[in-house]
């Protein structure tokens, strides 16, 4: 079995200590664009955790999206204000409010592009 890090808080410490989380799909937050994420973060001196969240919406198609967490839920205002994103709530959009159960998501599955400054890669792009 694969031990955790030493380094690395358990689901469930980030989502009580960092309880403002931004969500943005996965194949966004990649190549440039995290360069984009992590400099913005850097220059305005914000501490963020991320981890991930499956997606499943009604249809049942399933996405993988990043949630970007925050301790401060200014800093998390203004991550979400430059980025976009869905405000995610861990205790109430998490599966039974589990660490690591899933985001049931409401509607018809559409695919995101672009949100804010961010786009997906061309070579990830259907």
């Not at 990649?30 to 305005?44: A, G, H, K, P």
Request: glycine share 6%.
């Amino acid at each position: 079995m694969t031990r955790r890090s030493r380094s690395i808080p358990p689901p469930s410490t980030i989502d009580r200590d960092m309880p403002h989380q931004v969500a943005l799909p996965d194949d966004i937050c990649m190549d440039r664009n995290y360069t984009l994420i992590r400099r913005f973060l850097d220059e305005r001196s914000m501490s963020c955790r991320t981890r991930a969240v499956t997606a499943i919406w009604e249809d049942g198609k399933q996405e993988q999206w990043r949630l970007h967490c925050f301790a401060d839920r200014e800093v998390a205002v203004a991550f979400f204000d430059h980025f976009g994103g869905v405000a995610f709530d861990p205790k109430r959009d998490r599966e039974n409010g589990h660490p690591r159960g899933v985001w049931r998501r409401q509607g018809a599955y559409e695919r995101i592009l672009e949100m804010g400054p961010l786009s997906v890669p061309e070579a990830l792009r259907d």
